[in-house]
């Protein structure tokens, strides 16, 4: 059973920086998607980063390309989300999930059945 716990929001100004982790206990040794999603209030469940287990592969939302950067310490089972040069259109509950497949449709929240409890992440002006 997949568990996932993250951590690491807060509060920040507009070009500020915040890391998120997701720590992520029963993700074993088959290829697994791990993606970063956020919600807004009124707004949908967007797909902000995903990456795809053994291979590596990185995938990213237009709207945070060169400045946010996902990650994962195999040693600690554990994803990360670096996100740099924060905007107050960032503000959003941030969400980990996962599946056990690849990629392939990373950036829909209907791709994936398991999921963290969120953290909220404020960017003020």
């Known amino acids: 059973q997949v568990q996932l716990v993250e951590s690491g929001g807060g509060s920040v100004q507009a070009g500020g920086s915040l890391r998120l982790s997701c720590a992520a206990s029963?993700?074993?040794?088959?290829?697994?998607?791990l993606g970063w999603f956020r919600q807004a209030p009124g707004k949908e469940r967007e797909g902000v980063a995903a990456?795809?287990?053994?291979?590596?592969?990185?995938y990213y939302a237009d709207s945070v390309k060169g400045r946010f950067t996902v990650s994962r310490d195999n040693a600690k089972n554990t994803l990360y989300l670096q996100m740099n040069s924060l905007k107050p259109e960032d503000t959003a509950m941030y969400y980990c999930?996962?599946?056990?497949?690849?990629?392939?449709?990373?950036?829909?929240?209907?791709?994936?059945?398991?999921w963290g409890q969120g953290t909220q992440v404020t960017v003020s002006s």
């Open positions: 999930a996962a599946v056990r497949a690849g990629c392939a449709s990373w950036n829909r929240p209907a791709t994936f059945n398991y």
């Open positions: 990456l795809r287990t053994w291979i590596g592969s990185t």
């Open positions: 029963g993700v074993t040794y088959s290829t697994y998607c």
